[in-house]
């Protein structure tokens, strides 16, 4: 067995003779599938912090705290429940970025190890479905504010039948374009945007302070419910936290490819998510608590807020929710989508392709509907979403950590027929795996005293795949060996040069 990938610290790369091999296959590879190059492995941990800033300083983070107020909790509760569900979230992202930092391979390529070289189309396209909702709604968000700044800056705008739906449509086509751009640009973004969001909104937590009779008079309303009542909001309110980054969870290969280390990642990741998405949070929630002083009501909408101030303020603001919408949704939405029709058809489908079949894809999943109310929001929206992806976090963490001691074999995850084609491309016991993680989610539907289980649907539905996958997979041919692995594997020292 020849020596097809070389270790240097804590990536592996393909050998030149082995990306010859790979290449030829054009069904299974193009420049944005390959594994990346040791030069590629660039972003430092400070990037992966500054990515996480701007993705968790957003509207749907803002909305979702904001609401936990209008359910009728107190900021201390709220801001707890975010955080939470943040560092739970995390532990299952911290470990789905290994293999994208040590092997440098996108989401759909990362699939295939756990649901064969067909299969992997299965959680691929779940998850772009899911990241085309998230783009919908984030693309509704940033659509009300262009049309509140039109509105204030031209006189005859409201005026117009459709003023809301053509601004939607402007915003929505603004953020295709610059997706288009691929990956290094999504990475430019996010180290500009995320200082002008920290500062737009520390903005907005001292005007609210100031007119709410400052924090202690902000903070002071009482919690709404207690005991039980409180209990049967706090539970699916940590699940709708979760949810609100199972698809990252999923596809944060996507962006750990290219870190240098595992442990500037790492640490990047760990200083940053839980602690922004707290402290983001507690913003929307003083806020939205101040709304309830000085207007009368929980305006857990951000642009419900927005059309109340003068006109300059409200361009401002309108700027600021705009570029906040278009980095949460090239960041985080485009990404996975693209990725996955692409692995579609590699030949044809490139990563513009991709960006452009998500941005139509999210116009039919109706974002003006998801956002009509919070309970469709946080309940049917994120419920359904991390019931939806739980089963595929646990199948990937079992199979990388558990079945295969991260070790695998990066040529064949291109080669046809290979080590990982399983049955006719098909892992079928990924696809049993999945199906009794949702069986053990939908038990709860049918069965009232299991109600549970439908609720904390992510959580659920992330075990029974785990545990289902990993019983399954015992005796797996595909599995390498300590023996076989060390011969396909080469080991560099990044000083000396010498194996």
Not at 140 to 153: E, H, N, P, S, Y
Not at 309 to 325: D, H, M, Q
Request: overall charge neutral.
């Amino acid at each position: 067995m020849a020596t097809t990938q070389i270790v240097e610290g804590d990536v592996i790369v393909l050998t030149d003779q082995a990306v010859q091999v790979a290449s030829s296959n054009q069904s299974m590879w193009n420049d944005d599938l390959r594994p990346c190059t040791k030069e590629e492995h660039s972003w430092s941990g400070t990037k992966f912090a500054l990515l996480w800033i701007s993705m968790t300083i957003c509207l749907p983070i803002y909305s979702a705290a904001s609401g936990m107020i209008a359910l009728g909790m107190n900021w201390w509760e709220a801001v707890l429940t975010v955080f939470l569900g943040s560092c739970i979230v995390l532990v299952p992202i911290l470990l789905m970025s290994h293999a994208g930092t040590k092997f440098g391979i996108p989401y759909p390529v990362f699939a295939r190890l756990w649901f064969g070289t067909k299969g992997a189309h299965i959680p691929a396209m779940a998850r772009a479905i899911i990241g085309a909702g998230w783009f919908g709604i984030n693309s509704w968000f940033g659509g009300q504010a262009l049309d509140t700044i039109l509105g204030r800056v031209i006189h005859s705008w409201s005026s117009m039948g459709a003023h809301l739906i053509i601004s939607f449509v402007i915003f929505w086509l603004i953020n295709v374009l610059i997706a288009m751009r691929g990956p290094q640009a999504i990475g430019k973004l996010t180290a500009y945007s995320a200082p002008v969001f920290v500062v737009g909104f520390l903005a907005l937590l001292i005007w609210a302070a100031s007119n709410a009779g400052g924090f202690a008079h902000m903070l002071s309303a009482p919690a709404k419910i207690h005991g039980a009542q409180f209990w049967k909001i706090f539970y699916p309110s940590v699940i709708g936290v979760i949810a609100l980054w199972a698809t990252m969870a999923l596809n944060i290969p996507d962006y750990t490819r290219y870190a240098k280390t595992q442990k500037g990642q790492t640490l990047g990741q760990v200083f940053s998510m839980p602690l922004i998405m707290a402290i983001f949070s507690f913003v929307g929630i003083a806020v939205t608590s101040a709304t309830v002083i000085i207007y009368g009501q929980a305006l857990w909408n951000p642009i419900d807020l927005i059309v109340k101030f003068p006109t300059p303020i409200v361009i401002i603001a309108g700027t600021i929710v705009i570029l906040s919408s278009v980095t949460i949704n090239v960041s985080a939405n485009v990404m996975a989508p693209a990725r996955a029709f692409e692995n579609l058809w590699p030949r044809r489908i490139t990563f513009a392709v991709g960006a452009v079949i998500t941005g139509l894809l999210a116009l039919f999943m109706q974002p003006w509907y998801v956002l009509a109310n919070f309970s469709n929001y946080i309940f049917n929206w994120l419920g359904i979403l991390g019931i939806l992806l739980g089963p595929f976090d646990g199948i990937a963490i079992a199979d990388y950590w558990l079945v295969r001691s991260c070790k695998l074999d990066l040529l064949q995850l291109y080669t046809v027929n290979g080590r990982y084609d399983y049955a006719n491309g098909f892992n079928v016991r990924a696809i049993y795996a999945l199906l009794i993680g949702w069986l053990i989610v939908i038990m709860g539907l049918i069965v009232p005293d299991l109600h549970f289980l439908w609720s904390g649907g992510w959580l659920f539905g992330l075990l029974g795949g785990f545990f289902g996958y990993w019983l399954l997979m015992k005796g797996e041919k595909s599995i390498l060996s300590d023996e076989e692995y060390s011969q396909i594997t080469k080991q560099i020292d990044q000083e000396t040069g010498i194996s």
